[in-house]
């Protein structure tokens, strides 16, 4: 007999982890246990599933960190009342599927057997909304790429951060860098795209970034 399914139930609500892990190990290839802490870099286990909304770490960090430390190990979001913009941002973070509120534990664990295939899941909804955000950062790249002087892949990560307004201390937390290491970053972005102000480099690419509102 093959080994069971290693699955984490992260949630600060301590019911909802005890009721998911209980409902998921009735289905004898899943052994689900309840996550203590999110704080840790790496979780023994074949698949995460996070509420976002009520553990301790802002949930597309957690997911980040997740994905750099173990990116082997698949995460499936449990949803509780976010936009579809807010769903892309996570599934950007790194998420392989969301579960909706409303789905059954059946349909749980068919999208737990369908993540570990290696397959994404999500809504159609969803889905369009990540083909579009795609060609709006297919745009946009080629858009730096042809800009005065080419900027890095890691530049480009975050120039999209400076255009949520994030401070370098908030950018160094989210891509797992010190806040100099982002400063000296910044710095070489101003340089390559000659101009002098973070404000002046988010309207360079929001300039380079014209297929937004395409896809809406």
Known sequence: MDDPIRVLVFSG???????????????????????????????????LLVDGRSIATPVTAFIRKVRVHTPSVPIIYLE????????????????????TRNASIA???YIVRTVLKGAAFCSPQVAHLMFCRLAELSVRAQSMMNGPE???????????????????????????LSSHTVRNHIHRILRKLRVQKREQAVAYIQRGGAARGRCA
Do not use: M, W
Not at 80 to 99: N, R
Not at 154 to 162: M, T
């Open 13 to 47: 609500a301590r019911y909802l982890r005890e009721c998911l892990c209980s409902a998921l190990n009735a289905c004898e290839e899943i052994n689900a246990n309840s996550a203590e802490t999110d704080t840790q870099d790496e979780y023994p286990a074949d698949l």
């Open 80 to 99: 509780s009342g976010e936009s579809e913009v807010e769903l892309v941002k996570v599934i950007e973070a790194g998420a392989a599927a969301y579960v």
């Open 107 to 109: 349909e749980l664990i």
């Open 150 to 176: 080419q900027l890095t892949r890691r530049e480009l990560e975050i120039i999209e951060l400076l255009e949520e307004h994030l401070t370098n201390d908030q950018i160094a937390g989210r891509l797992f």
